[in-house]
Structures are given as structure tokens and as C-alpha cells.
């Protein structure tokens, strides 16, 4: 049976294409989609994609997947840098849980350099692009098996 | 007239009984609601309880608290280390509130060592797992008279 | 054409007039959207006025704001000095945000010297009380010709 | 057989009644451990109560602890913010020990926001004045069986 | 009778329309003044404009405020962020004193991000250029009633 | 009747004469307590001096003095720089006390820069050897009439 | 034509399979080195793997890639936190770099949060013990195209 | 032949009965100044006593000493704080200088309990109000012989 | 003639063999006590070993040392972290000492990195358990001839 | 046509010769501005020089040179340290600046480390004693053509 | 058969006898390692002394002590303070190690306060100039039985 | 006879004119020390120069300099700012050292403020790109005679 994976974007992820092209890249977050979709099929993943600019939807998604994810492949967006509450949802819910990152967020100002959820993590991908998506299915294809 | 208790359990607490045994115990979070619940009524109180993993549906319910609660007892988990808009709201509200955590806080990790609520609680018990609720309902019994 | 302005009010806003009235003045939150209206409309401004106690809610706003907002007036209260989901709302939608707040929060509690949304505000004013809004407009007036 | 426990006021404690009663009440230090040896005798324990300004006296009573008495209950005073030494001697004895203060420190002077013996303390209670102690006994009702 | 209001510029800023264009406008000082003036006068107030680059001048120039004027209008530039001098002279004249700034200092340098006389100013305008002076006005319009 | 001073000699000073002559003097203590057992009798005091090494006793002593002494000479050596558990002491006891060093202490090394003690004594007079003592009694004689 | 990867491993990465088998694996860096290289050859690159313990030597090696590698990857083990030499190295040879390391760097030691090579890299990816090396040489088939 | 000693005021120091008369006492600065040149009468010294808001102005006063004061007295206000350039000064002069100040600045706002002019000064006096400037007069009568 | 060694242990040293046995073994201190009689025998000193939990007390013995002992082997336990007045203590009585410890404290807790008595020692030994004591007695051999 | 230089001396520069001869020479500042002037004509520029205590007169200065001065020359002092109302003059009159001092500051005292002027100069040389100004008019040769 | 210790000297060590002879001592470096080989072999052991200035070569032959050494030795010299490349190495090679200074390290300049690899070292012994290696091999013979 | 001058380039240096030519500018560095050979010849001393990126291999080159080289210039690049290693060299050898930068090192990144060999040069030169080492040359002119 396929693996599932729950990919989820933080605050300001669905603004993608509009907010400085130059960081995030110029496809919009649906066009993004679309191609995680595509990846995890094509690697042979389920997944299940969710984008909330809510620090409590986003702790309550994670909780919801107990039982149902194999695997969470989550950009907290600027919630990265002070949710201890996701910190402690990630540390409850025992799934393995990717950061990833558009930027290279340690390469940015100074607010980005500490990720409070990253000791909670099994890795982190940071500085791709969309790529960072992509590239954490290929981890969880190395991971989850 | 019987005294109205509200307790709020914060982020993460809902999932009491799966996370970290060893730290929060194994029941369940409605089998602790049960215990607040019967020790309410033994001690004489009423009371209503709540869970949120929502930093702004605490908020709000501690506004509808006003001319409704003798009393609070709030857990605000993570949001203890960071969330000055819960501060706001406690103090705006000027409902006595009693802060609860199940684990000694400040026998943990570095980052919940610090407690931005406390400076607006009229008081804080800690480190007793379940217990801790039930010594705020004591702590009332002797406040509120 | 008249120019649209969004004012966003954050949490524990909606309790002004009952909470600290040496502080935040003894109106209404009701009372004083009048008066912003009313001002706008005297400026010549359309005005949408809105609160919420919800870190999540105030950035779809911002965002629900493209396109259709010439200016926002922001009290982010005490998000103010920990949001950094808020600052990169701003930054993402390109609005020109002025930062506005009843006290003059540099001479309050250490935990207000900071503000992380400023770095991507055009201007902030603070100090006066619910005039703070109506400077606002004053400011927006002679910016956006 | 009954459960013992020990009580241990530290510095300037005996002037209570006398020192801010706004903080600590005016009770005297004597008529609050009558109240406390009360409390215990009615939740059947045996108790004892003892008082010291020097931090090497509060040790010692540590150590002597070992073997006779099943709980600590001990208010250290200023020296919950310094003494490493009592932090160690706590630790050292394996007696569970609960630490209790009259007011909520973390909500006065900063240099009361840190206790160094909480991470070897069970728990602590903050805030209520004399009825910390009073809660320090129920909880080890609960405790203690 | 007339209100007066007393306008100090402080170091640096003789040299606006020279310095940094893009920071604080193409106007020279003079003009700037000029508007100042002008929009004094259709405001219903009298003013004085006086500019030093010496923190003793313009501590002087606070304390002969006393009994003459009824509000300030205070740019300090760079001391803003040292002159623990000026806080004392404007906490000791008890003249309503407005902070203003030509940028929106929190959003520059790190050495502007705080200011020291805050705390003794009623409130602070910032981010707007030469219009930073004329909101304070306006602020002194709604105030001094 | 004549007012009665109490002085104390905190740690290390019954070694004065022997200790860092550059810096203490060369007297002994003993030589330097009949000077100030003659200058309070020439200037009207009676007078008691101690001295100890213990922070307990030095408690004690302060506690003792409620009742008997108008005024406290308190030169509390090292303790000065983290024994909150003096100042408690001190402000429990409300009689004023007056802070001696015989050295400047903001002078020396890095750990000497902080008084814990300076928030809750009248005045402080540092760095002019065993004088600093004598030039407390004068103060007294100014401050208690 | 084919492009070329050059891939550093920092100091004490040679005692791999040895070292702390928990973190780092149990294969031997030789192992690893075989797949490495199989899986550059299945994604179409060539690639130049190394190994020292020098700090200099790695930046001797760096600078040596100017002409002749498209992308380097680099785990520079401990020196990731203090090598601002490698860092400049990195800035001068304007070759894309990605930063590999075994395990989750910001989960364990304070000191190995903070990265110094991070500023200079395009990207990061850890966590994924030697996957971390596969996930770089897929990161780079999407970049170097 | 009489010694000589100047007294300085620093800033803010002429609006002395004006200024917080709680901090500092009602008498005006003319009054007191009459108290300290009766009192160096009295104990044989002649004096001379300025006041500036100046920096530059207190530093060239100190130059001009040189030759011509045995000892200073300076209440630097403010600048105790801050100006490396007092102190530069102080201790280029080579006359032993006494800092006082009306109130204990150990026990008010954290930007008053560090003097960065006290490491080159021979002693402090801190608390007294106007006395304390008499208390240095004692001083110096003590050391000067 | 013999040299005499003077050996303190500090706070809760005397729970050896019952406190943390994988730190501090399990041998009780008057085993301990015993070899380095013997040891001090063997290599031609003296010896005198004490014990205390108070702060005062192991300053009062130093300071009875003088005169009496050739070199101090000191453990002072948890005060080693903060007293300064022991630091102060063993400054004064210039006698050489040789500071102690069972574990290699910078290798535990945080707050056991810092020896505030190590600037005043002639050398520290740390982590060899009860021959920290025997090795620091092998150093005096050294040290004084 | 000859460039043309202008030297200004900080606050107690005045007193070189005199204040620490050990540090600043020997020589007074009069012969010291008589070697600059002769080095200054030697390698063909013009020069003024001028010295000040006060922070004002200096941004005068440095206001004043603007279309006269071809290079600055600056030896701040103390102010080099807190002055960032200098550091905005330097940054504003846009000629190029060199800071220069007599002794290396990074190896003195711990205030003397930062240089808030350092980073709007456009090269600094320190530690040479009056050869800085003359290394300095070296400097401006090679710049300056 | 007999033990094997492994003493490497760090950066500057070969200096002995020429650098600071009142730290470091008057005889050369080669004198001091024969003491230490005579030593060795009067204590029944055999070793191997190596000395180099480069971090990566230490790193190198702390490797390869691997199943050849049974104890190390290691004066890292200033490396001590940042090298978390050699705190690795010791870590990875679990070779018993004791960390040797000549001087009391954390009585001399700030930055030798710190020690990066004691976490990973049985001891430390300092501040008995070229005993503090005698005193190591004293140690390894009672710890390697 | 000559005086002999030893010029070390630290890591990177090589890559002057491909690095950054904004700031290192664009001629190589064999052009460049090219000019500092001329300079030395027209100046009348002999001179050496050398580079590399190893920090042992300048360690070394500074060791061998003892007897043979009267002055050394060292632009020691990033390890500038951490390697206490070299401090101790230079320190070590006692042959004057100045310390130069092509660029001002206080006016760029924070990493780059702090030079930890500052404490042992005697002067050091930043700011002129290779300029900075014909002026340390030119300083050697005035230092050694």
C-alpha cells in the first residue's frame, strides 16, 4: 500500500508568485501544487496538501494526522522562527516531520536564523525553491521504508 | 449562588495520554475533564472547560469570561513562553486567573523556563500532572470566598 | 475616485474603553470606528474597518487586501512585538501599512520596545490615544495623491 | 503510620506580618505554622517547621531529612534565585520537595524571575501567600500515597 | 489665545536636501521651515524653529521652553538613540514633548532602533519626511484643547 | 536621647590591615572600629559594631536591629554583588541604611560593578578607605534629626 | 558534456562507521564514497570526492575547483561553526555550494547551531545521514541544468 | 593657605527645585549653592561653582583646573552614564575628583546604575540630596591634608 | 620541619557514597578522608580535613589559616560558582590554593562552567574523582620546596 | 591646485603631552600640529587643524568643510565610542574621512573596542602615536590623486 | 605489558622557554620532554611526545592514536578556546584524555576562560607550569589500572 | 645593514583581484606585492612575502621569523577574527607586528568587527586596499630606527 504524505504551508506560502518573485520564485502555489502532486505519484506517494496562515490550523492538521500520514513535509513559513506550539504538536504526533524551506532562511535577516521546530525534525531542506519540496519526497523515498 | 470556574487547556493539550507519557501521564484528556469536572462539584464550584490549540480562540474565550467566571485556570502550554497577546488579554479581563502547567516547567528546556503570563496570574502551580488542576480548584476554594 | 482605506485592529482591541482606561481612554471600540468613519469620510477616504483576536485572521486579511485597499492602518497590539508571520504579510502585499497604537509603547513594559513589524511599515504613530487613527489618515492624506 | 514532612522557611521569613504586608500578609510567622500544623494534622500528616537565615543552616536540615521525613516543603526565600548549594543538597537528599513561595515571583523584580532549585523540585506554587503551604500539603496528599 | 509651539531640530538635519535624499527629501531645512511655519499658522498656532547640532543647546533651548511654550516638537537625530541628557530636560520642563522623525528609525540601523527619550514623550510620529513635523501638529491640535 | 548606629563588617573585613594594604589601609579593624566609636560619640550617636563572614548572621543582626537602632552602616564586602538575601532583609527591616566600601567598587573588577543591595539603602559612599564610615555618620547626622 | 561535482568531506567525517554509530551510521566513509560516486554516475555526473582534516586544505581544494567543478558539496563538519576562512573561500569562488551534514545540526549541541558557511551556500540539507549527500547530487540535477 | 575646590553641575542640575522635588528636593539650585559655599567656608575651603548642560563645556572646565583646584566635586547628571569623554578628561587632569549625586542612582532606572566616570574617580556619594554635596566637602577635608 | 595542608570540603560533600554515586563514587567521605591522611603521610605533609555546608564558616576557616597552613586544597562544591566572598577570602589570606573537583564541572550543567574562586587559585584539578584530592597533594609536593 | 586637508582633534586631545605621556608622548599638541603642517606642506597639501571638547563643534566642523575640505582627518576620542550624531555628520558631508588614534584601541579597554565611526571612514590607523596623523596624510597621498 | 600515553603538544608550544618565561617557564621544550619521558618510564610507561601549530594535524594524529594509545595527553594551546574540530576527534576516538595548561587558564585573559574540549576530556589539570604533565601521567596511573 | 620585513598573506589573499574587486580590488596579488618589493627597495628595507590558508603553516612562518626578520606585516583574513592561535604566535615571537586589511573591517559584516589579534600588533591599517601594506611599510620607517 502507498505511503501517504501530508505536505503543509505556513503563513504567507499562498501569496507564492506575488511576494518578491526574486526569493519565491514567480509560479503561483497552485501551479507548485500541481507539481508536488505529480512528484509524489510519479515516486510513488499519496499525498495530501494544505496551506493555512493559522498557527492553530496548522497545529490541528498536524494532530490529525496521527494514524494517517507516514510522513510531513512542513513549511512553517515565519512561524519557523517562534511557534513553540508546533515545535510541541510536531514532538507529540511522533510522524516524521521534514522542514523545508523556499530560501536559505540561515542566508536571510537575522530573525530567520533560528528555527525553533528544527530539534523536532528528522532533517531540514532549505534554499531550493520549490525544489525543497521535491527534494524532501526524495528523502522521505530514502526514509520510509 | 455557586462560583463558576472556566479552565482552558492550550495548544497541544488535547493530545494528553499519547504525548510523552512519562511527562503529562497516561489518561486522556477527557478522562482528566472527568476528575476536573467531579472535583468542581465536591468543592462547590461550577465550571465549564475548554481546549484550543488556537492562540486567538483563547483570546476570545477569555474575553466571554468577563461577568461570566469567578475564576480561571489556564494551561497555555507553548503560548506560556511567548504569546503577550494572552498577557493582554488576562489582565484586560481582570478575572482572577491561575496559571497550570502539568510538568515543573523550569525543569525543562531552556526556552519554557520563562513564563510571559505569569507577571498578570495571581498565581502559578506546577510540576503535579493532573493534580496541578485540581490544586488550583483548592487554591480558588481558598481565593474565592 | 475615492481612495480605500483598511484599518485592522488587533487583539484585545476590542475590549478598549473597559481594559486600562488610564491608557486606552474610556470609549468603546464602537465608539471610536465612528469616529474613524467619520473622519474618512470628512478626509474623503472610503474606510473598512475590522478586529480580531486571531494572528491568522489579520494576515488573510492583509492579504484579502490586494487589489483592493490604497492604504492600511494597523494595530497589531501585542503581535506587534512578536509577529513575524505579520511582518512578512506586509512585506508580501505591498500596500503601503501604517503602524498606529494608543500609548506610546517605547514607554511602557520592556517587552513593547520592540516592534517587528516596523522594518516593513511606511510610517508608525504612537501615543495618542484613539487620535493615532485619525493622525493616520492625516498621514495617508498627504501620501497617497 | 503517618507521612512526615518537613517545612522549611528561609531568610527573612520570620518577619512576616511584619515585612510588606501587601505581599505577604499580616499574619506572623507563628500564626501561620499553627494554621499549617493544623492543615497537616487534619490531612494526616505529622509536620515539622523550621525557620533559617543562613543558607548553610537550610542544608543541613536537607541532610538531616534524609530517612525521617517522606516530603519537603520548603520556601527558600531569596536564596531560591542563587543558592546552588541548596540546589545540590535537594537533589542529593532524593526526598520529593516542593517549592512554595507567598507571591507570584515571576510577576515582581526581575531578579526573582529565576529559581535555581526548581528543576530538582516536584513541583511548585507560587502566589497564593500562606495558602501555598496550605497547597504544598494537599498536593502531597495526592503525592504521597 | 494662541497656543505656541516650540520646533527643535537636532544635529544633522541643517544639512537636509543634502544628506541621504532618498532618506529624508530633496527640500533644504529652510523650506521645510517654511511649511512648518505656514502650517502653523493655518492651524491656529505660533511657533519658534531652532535647530543645533549641540546636546547642551538644545537642553537649554528645553528648559527656556519652560512657561513659554505649550508643546514640542523634538527631532532629535542621532542623539535620540544616547542623550540620556535630553530625557532628563524634557522629563523636568513637563511641556508635552512629540518625538519626530524624518524615517522610520526601527526599520534602519540597529543603533537607531532604540529610542532613549521615549519614555518622557507623549508620542512619536516617524517614517514620513518633512510630514512627520506637520502630523505632530496636528497631533498638537487634537491635544492641547 | 541619643540615637543609636549600628554598624556591620560583612565578609573578609575583620582581615583588613593584613588584606590588599594598597587598598583597605593598614590599620586593623580593631584600630578602625575605636575611630568610629569615637567619632559617633563626638558627634552624639551611640554606636554597636559587628562583624561576620556569615550572610545568615549578618540577617540576623539586621533583623535584631528592629526596635534598637535609628540607622545602619552596612559595609556588606563581596555579598554586596548577589545576596538578595540581604536586601530583603534590609527592606524588611525599614530603618535606614547606609551602604559603605572602603574601596570604589565600581572601579575594580567587573563582578564588583553591581550593588544588589544599593535599591533599598538611602545613599552609598564608596572609595575613601576607612572614612567611608565616618562620612556615614556625618550623614546621619544629617539625614536623622 | 558531463557536469563535474566536487564533494568535501570536513574533519573527523573519516571516522564514519567508528564515530557515534547512533548519528552517524555504521558503513564506513569508503562505503559511503562507493555510493556516492554510483549514484553521481546514475544522475550523469562526474565527480572528485576528498577528505581532510585541514582547515586549509579544504580551502586549498576549494579554491582549486575554480574551472574545473560545477558544484561542490560540503560537509564541514565542525568547522560549519567557526570557519569564517571557508566561508570567504566559498564567497570567492562563486561556484554553487550546498551544505550536506549527517545529522540534524540544529537538534543537538548549542554550539553546532549556529552555521557560518550557511550565508555563502545556496542551499542546506540535513538530517538525512549519507542520504544528505544523495539529496545534495538530486538538488543539483535540478539546479545545474 | 585655603585649598580650592570646583563644583560642577552637569545637566538638567539648574532646574533643581523644579524638576521631580521628590527625587531632588524643592530648594532651587541658588539656594544650595549658598549651603555649599557657607559650608567650605566653615571648613576652610574656598570654592567656585559652575553649571552646564554642556559636555564639551564640563570637559573644558576640568582642563582648566589644572594648576588651580585641589579638588572636584561633579554631579555629571546624565552624562555619569555615557560620556567616555568626561572620563577621558577626569583622568587626564590628574586632580582627585569626587562624584556625587542627589539620589541613589543604584536604585532608580536601569540606565542609572552604571557610571562609567567612577573608575576614575576617588570615591562616590550617592543619596543624600543636597547633602551630598556637603558629605564631599567632608571628604575632601579628610583627604586633603 | 613538615609542611601542613589545610583540606575544606564544601556544601554536601559530606553525602559522598550516597549523593549521585556515578559522579562522585561510592565511598563515603570519611573513607576518603582516610587516603588522603594516608597519602599526605606518605609524601611528608601534615594534614587537616574539614567540612562544612556554610558559606561563612569555610571563610572563617581560611582565614584561620593564616599562620598555620602551608597550601589549601579547597572544594568549595556549589559555591565555587558564586561566592564571591569566598573568592575574596582566599585573596586576603595569600596562602597557596589549589582549587578542586570530583567531576570535570565544566563537562556538567551550565551553571557549573564558571569558578568565580579560580583568578585567586594557584591551579585547579577536576574530574579524577576522590584523586582530584590525592593529585592536588602531589602539586603541592611540587609546588612547595 | 593643492588639496586640502582638515585635521580635527577630539576632547582631550588638547592635553596631549600632559595626560598619560606613557600612551600619547610627550610632545604638546602645539608641536605636534607644527609636524603635521610641516609633513603636510612636504607631501603638497594644504592643511587646517583645529581641536574641540565639544560633540557639537566637531559636527560643525564637519558640516563646514563641505566644498573646502578635500579629506578629513579625525581623531574623535572618547567620542569615537557613543557619538553617533558624528558618525551621521561623516556620513552626510561626504568627504572621505580618515579615523586615526594614537594608541591601538582594540588593545585597551574594553569601551575603546567599538568605534561607531568606523564604519562611514573610509580607513582607519591606530596605535602609532602622532605617526597616525602623518600615516594618515601618507594615506590620503595615495588616495587622493 | 606496559601502558602507551600519547602527549601532543599544540600551537606554540615549542616555544617554552622563550615565550613569557614567567607563564610558561625558562627551559626549552626539548627539556621538558625528556622530564616527561623519564617520568613516564620511572611510572612504567611507555609514550610518544609530538608537537605541532596546525589544528589538522592534531586532529590527525588523535586519529591515529586509534588501538595505539591508551591514555592522551593534550595541551591544545589556544585551540582550546574554538577548536570544536578536535573536541570531535577526542570525542570520536574514545581515547581516554586529559587536558593539561601550564597556566590556570581561567585566571588569565577572557578568552581563555572557556575550554570547548573539556566536555570531552576525564580531567584538566592547570596551572603548574610543565608539572601540570607530570601531574597527568600521576592521573592516567591511577585512572588506567 | 637592512632591516628585513616579513609580509604574510592569510587565506584567500590568493585570490585577490578575482575575489570581491569592489572591495580588494581587481589587480592579482602577485601585481601586488610586485609594489610592496619596490616600496621595501625604495624604502630601504629587504623583504619576504608569503601566503597560505593554512593557520599552522602562518603560525609556523611567524615561528621561524625569530632572529631573521625585524618586522612583520600580517593580513591574517578571517582568522583575523577568531584564531587566538596566531594571537599567541605573535605574541610568542616579540617581533613588532602590524596588522593590515584591504578593506576597513569595522565598516563590513558583524563576524568581521572583531580582531582577536589586535591585543599583541602594534598598530594596525585597515581601509586602503593594498595601500594598507605601503603605509604599514611606511610605519616600519618611523618604528624601527
Known amino acids: 500500500m ?7 504551508h505556513g503563513p504567507n506560502i499562498n501569496l507564492t508568485g506575488v511576494r518578491e518573485p526574486g526569493v519565491y520564485g514567480s509560479e503561483s502555489l497552485g501551479q507548485i501544487d500541481e507539481e508536488i502532486r505529480a512528484y509524489c505519484e510519479k515516486e510513488g506517494f499519496t499525498c495530501e496538501i494544505r496551506q ?3 498557527e492553530g490550523q496548522i497545529i490541528d492538521w498536524l494532530h490529525e494526522a496521527m494514524g494517517r500520514a507516514d510522513g510531513i513535509i512542513l ?3 515565519a512561524y519557523t522562527h517562534y511557534s ?7 514532538a ?12 536559505n532562511i540561515q542566508a536571510r ?3 530567520r536564523h533560528l528555527s525553533v521546530i528544527a530539534p523536532v525534525c528528522v532533517g531540514s531542506i532549505a534554499g531550493f ?6 527534494l524532501a519526497i526524495d528523502a522521505f523515498k530514502k526514509i520510509l521504508v
Not at 507529540?92 to 530560501?103: D, L, M, Q, R, T
Open 2 to 8: 502507498k505511503k501517504q504524505l501530508l505536505v503543509i
Open 52 to 54: 493555512s496562515n493559522h
Open 75 to 77: 513549511n512553517a513559513g
Open 84 to 90: 513553540y506550539a508546533i515545535h510541541d504538536a510536531i
Open 92 to 103: 507529540a504526533v511522533k510522524i516524521p516531520c521534514i522542514e523545508v524551506h523556499f530560501s
Open 109 to 111: 535577516n537575522d530573525f
Open 129 to 134: 525553491g520549490k525544489n525543497s519540496y521535491l
